[in-house]
């Protein structure tokens, strides 16, 4: 990956770096809903909680896709275990099949019968042989067996317009010559294809780009990029890497009125150069540390935001976070360039807090998807063999799952700081909340790693508490492995206290808790 071309701007941007708002109160915390505040039309888009699946180490092949034959229970090749963890997370849409992968993936050789597809060599990651067994038809059918929204990220990179135009027609035409061939291959009725990636960080792996040049090649393949049969398109173009704000000033002005989407890529990684540090040892200074970068995020959302705003003031183009998550040294004895990495409490907390990030910024960001599904960075699951266990990642996601499509309810948060690494800080206590079906959820997370927080809770309305459930873990280190017991999982919580319109509850170092309310 060419990463040189944000690193100017990264340097230029760590002046802000977590420049974050900070309060001088004690270790107690008063979150505050504001119900006045709440704009009805500002749901959070399910698609926030969306997945990414490359063709990856193994995360395809092995941690979702076993084929048939495999010893491995599975249901038409896809792994049980997998499926029933997927569906249980109701993942509401997953990107396929890259990833710097997707600019040299050419889709017609993921067709037909599987022994006769030919292997390439996958080089971007490792060099690993592919043998395209897994393909279109297994990626639609297994969105269809979890239930979620297929997203494609196409090949501007090395491919052509010709090439992108007619897997769009293979996959949603009734009729014509690709129609025809997908019929051919088993599949009679069209799939319904809503989002369409036109290349993947084609400032770099995808094809080395200057934004003017990618600009009008965006133009030129989204032109050809045709609904059939009633299927509509949403455009995705490939966006920014964190501070690269030139990258979307000059997509937006040169191509924003072709576009529903634009990408950005955010990692919670402590430099491109060098270690990134170990998944499952670090001390308390790169923990805090972790959580400055990651809630870095919202000021490198802001920026995009502003300048996309330029030139959509309506907010017409989404901000479609497309890659986000940790990114640590991979494991040791794991093979080279297959990014395979453990899953912490930490992680839990990056995705609390990005989660609530976003929960934020609903009006321009539409969609999310963690980077990635299975083995790959900050994983829901990770699978050896037939063995399979669930990250503490998948809990703050499972933990969140009552968030999706639910409105937003602002909330005001007064709470102590952490310094990190000198003069800079983090907010202790991290919240977010949301009304859906009579029902409220607030979520909260406490990134201290050695106090509880103090908070409470004047909820201004009538509801009451029904539910708590609490992910935290002995050691911010600990994470789930393979055939030994989890120690990091979803328990019931029940420390919440109500008294009429006020909610109390210690936080426990470390945490996160979702409390559900009954409106009444
Ligand atoms: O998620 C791993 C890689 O990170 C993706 O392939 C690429 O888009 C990004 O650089």
Known sequence: MNRKNILKSSIAAAAMLFSLPVSAAPETATVTPLFDRIDSTLTIPAEIYGQFAEHLGTCIYGGLWVGEDSPIPNTNGYRNDALQALKDLKVPVLRWPGGCFADEYHWTDGIGPRDKRPVMVNTNWGGTVEDNSFGTHEFFNLCELIGC??????????????????????????????????????????????????????????????PEAYANEYRRYQTYCRNFNGNRLYKIASGASDYDFNWTNVLMKNAGRHMNGLSLHYYTVSGWNGSKGAATEFSDDDFYWTMGKCLEIENVINRHDSIMGVYDPGKKVALIVDEWGTWWDQEPGSIPGHLYQQNTMRDALVAALSLNVFHRHTDRIKMANIAQIANVLQS???????????????????????????TVVPLDIATSSRAVRGDRSVPTVSATASVKDGEMNITLANIDLDKAAEVTIPLGIKAKLENGEILTAANIADYNDFGTAEKVTLRPFTGAKQSKDRLTLSLPAKSVVNLTLKLQ
């Open 149 to 210: 929204e297929p997203y494609l990220s196409g090949n501007v990179g090395s491919g052509t317009v010709e090439e992108l135009a007619k897997w769009v027609e293979y996959i949603t035409a009734q009729d014509g010559p690709m129609a025809k061939l997908r019929k051919e291959n088993g599949r009679e009725k069209p799939w319904k294809l809503k989002y369409l990636g036109v290349g993947n960080e084609s400032w770099g792996c995808g094809g080395s780009f200057t």
């Open 380 to 406: 829901m699951i990770l699978t050896k063999g037939d063995q399979m266990v669930l990250t503490p990642t998948y809990y703050v996601f499972k933990m969140y799952t009552p968030h999706q499509n639910a």
